[in-house]
């Protein structure tokens, strides 16, 4: 498939939380595409029953959150035979799944912070392990519904909200150290980034401040570590992203401790697509404009085999 001979649909939007960030991921990934020199068409999803263009060759998948990246959307996809970007529905879901995926990483050796699962659907309790945590709802992005808890007093508001998200709680014992991402194109892994949030921790106010109106963010890319740390981190990123079978790209969410070890958080399959985001920033280090990643993107994704 010759991709700038394809008709694209870029589909953006969705039901889930993430949505407005999604459009601004969606309406970047399109002009991009176009400036490669494709045939794009822009579909804003609303929501779960989607209507396609008629003639679609490859739907370029920028639905962040839930539908878009929790593998419902690639289902519809695969049983209607259409091609689309990135991972598959089967790895699309586990990696949505922080509980799931943390077994799996936890199973193939993945470095990840001690965690426990605890029951919204009962009285919840506490986690066995010290102050200071992370609280977590296991299947939303953006950091939608996550609490670093310091103190006693903060314990019970932090689980009452993530239970809110599902019958589940994700409870993460507490990494100090600095918040990394690296990004997996293909084989290739690009190098890191550090996020250096202003205040608190990288939330939603920090990640995205031109919708929020307060917070902010540092980028330093590429991080200032030393080549044994780099190769001691990006091996971690690379090893995640194949544990959950991630076909094409993604964006692995890294801490690195103080004690020099890199401990995964999570993996991000439709990971934020602006000119500005930090897979584009990656990127730019290794060598690819904003519209050449958008187009390695959609032509590794079209060699990919649904049905194998």
């Not at 470095?111 to 426990?116: A, D, F, R, V």
Request: hydrophobic share 40%; charged share 25%.
């Amino acid at each position: 498939m010759n991709v700038k001979e394809c008709n694209l649909v870029v589909a953006m939007g969705g039901p889930g939380s993430e949505k407005e960030v999604s459009m601004a991921t969606g309406q970047a990934v399109a002009g991009a595409l176009r400036e490669a020199g494709c045939k794009v068409e822009e579909l804003v999803v609303e929501t779960h029953d989607v209507t396609l263009p008629e003639h679609v060759d490859l739907v370029v998948n920028t639905i962040h959150g839930t539908f878009g990246e929790d593998g419902q959307f690639q289902s519809l996809l695969e049983e209607a035979g259409i091609a689309y970007t990135g991972a598959g529905s089967a790895a699309s879901k586990l990696a949505f799944d922080k509980v799931a995926s943390k077994e799996r990483f936890i199973a193939a050796g993945v470095p990840t912070p001690k965690s426990e699962i605890l029951d919204s659907s009962q009285e919840v309790r506490k986690p066995s392990f010290d102050l200071p945590y992370v609280v977590k709802p296991p299947c939303e992005g953006s950091s939608v519904g996550v609490h670093i808890v310091q103190s006693e007093e903060d314990v019970e508001p932090a689980l009452k909200d993530a239970a809110t998200f599902g019958e589940q709680i994700l409870v993460e014992q507490f990494v100090e150290g600095k918040e990394l991402t690296v990004g997996v194109l293909g084989d290739e892994v690009l190098p890191v980034v550090h996020i250096a949030p202003r205040s608190g921790f990288y939330d939603m106010a920090n990640k995205y401040p031109w919708m929020t109106g307060d917070g902010g963010t540092d980028y330093y890319c590429p991080a200032d570590l030393d080549e044994t740390t780099t190769a001691k981190v990006q091996k971690a990123a690379l090893e995640a992203h194949r544990s959950l079978g991630i076909e094409v790209y993604s964006r692995v969410d890294v801490l690195l401790g103080t004690d020099g070890e890199p401990y995964v958080l999570e993996v991000n399959t439709i990971p934020g697509m602006t000119a500005s985001s930090l897979l584009p920033k990656a990127a730019e280090q290794a060598g690819y404009s904003f519209p050449e990643l958008c187009l390695k993107i959609a032509e590794l994704s079209a060699q990919v085999d649904r049905n194998g």
